[in-house]
Each structure stands twice: as C-alpha cells, then as structure tokens.
C-alpha cells in the first residue's frame, strides 16, 4: 500500500465539492486492521479539506493534496 493517499479536491458542475482520488486501492486489496484505519483517518480528514474549498466557481481552484498514510500529515501541491 502507498505512504499517501493522492486527492485532486474540485467541484461537480453544480459547484458542490468533489474530491478525486488518485490511488484508492484497487479492487481485492489486502490490508491489515490498522492500514484500514490509517486510510480512514486519511478519507476523514480529506472529506473534511473538500467540504471547507470554497463553493464558489468563481473563487475556487483545483488543488492536489496528499495525505499521509503513517504519520496524518497533509501536503498541498498548487
């Protein structure tokens, strides 16, 4: 499994947030206990970023944002 959980936040073509992630584990993925909370804690955290982007089409701007998978650490990349 990936150290990070890559996240393109945007906005439906309604302006309601949306978050794309880059590389989910597929299909079938094997994952101990406590990878499944890290990438819940992860998902969690990046609901929240996704929900706190601006609503508006006229303010807003796509960002790419990783999130840890071991330590809760978020990079953004503008």
């Known amino acids: 499994m ?3 959980l890559v996240v393109l936040h945007t ?7 949306m ?3 880059e590389n989910f ?7 101990t ?4 909370r890290s990438l819940a804690n992860a ?3 990046a609901a929240n970023d996704c929900e706190l982007m601006p609503s508006s089409v006229k303010n807003f701007r796509c960002q ?8 809760g650490e978020t990079n ?3």
């Open 19 to 21: 978050a794309t992630i």
């Open 25 to 31: 584990p597929g299909m079938d993925a094997d994952m």
């Open 43 to 45: 998902l969690m955290i």
């Open 11 to 17: 906005l439906t073509l309604d302006g309601a947030p």
């Open 64 to 71: 790419m944002r990783s999130y840890s998978l071991t330590q």
């Open 33 to 36: 206990p406590a990878q499944m």
């Open 2 to 4: 990936d150290s990070e």
């Open 76 to 78: 953004v990349a503008q």
